[in-house]
């Protein structure tokens, strides 16, 4: 799958090995247990198990997650390409349990 930072600007492409370092700014102020950090932290791991996702081929974040001004406030936007819209809906709920309280809007683009 392919992660973008928004869809109007590639990032590099995401690989199913490692996890790839944080694509997102910190300012030097956010300590380790900053709200700021833990909604990156929460895209991250979002991030990382929609990756098996059946189907999806591109990942697009955007919002204030994107241009690096996230706060403990932000939610996280993202756009989930797929070529079978089936099987991700099955698998999508799933998924974002596996990382926690997730709320969804699915729709078709």
């Not at 991030?47 to 059946?54: C, F, M, N, T, V």
């Not at 955007?62 to 932000?74: K, M, Q």
């Not at 799933?94 to 926690?100: F, Q, R, T, Y």
């Given at each position: 799958?392919?992660?973008f930072r928004n869809p109007l600007s590639t990032?590099?492409?995401?690989?199913?090995?490692?996890?790839?370092e944080t694509f997102w700014?910190?300012?030097?102020n956010q300590g380790a247990e900053s709200p700021e950090v833990r909604v990156q932290e929460l895209a991250e791991r979002l991030?990382?198990?929609?990756?098996?996702?059946?189907g999806a081929t591109e990942l697009h974040v955007?919002?204030?997650?994107?241009?690096?001004?996230?706060?403990?406030?932000?939610d996280i936007d993202l756009h989930?390409?797929?070529?079978?819209?089936?099987?991700s809906r099955k698998a999508l709920l799933?998924?974002?349990?596996?990382?926690?309280a997730v709320r969804t809007e699915l729709g078709n683009a």
């Open positions: 799958m392919r992660l990032c590099p492409a995401l690989g199913r090995g490692p996890r790839p700014r910190q300012s030097k991030i990382e198990a929609l990756r098996s996702l059946p955007f919002g204030s997650l994107a241009a690096g001004t996230a706060d403990a406030y932000s989930v390409l797929t070529r079978d819209l089936d099987a799933p998924v974002l349990e596996s990382v926690g």
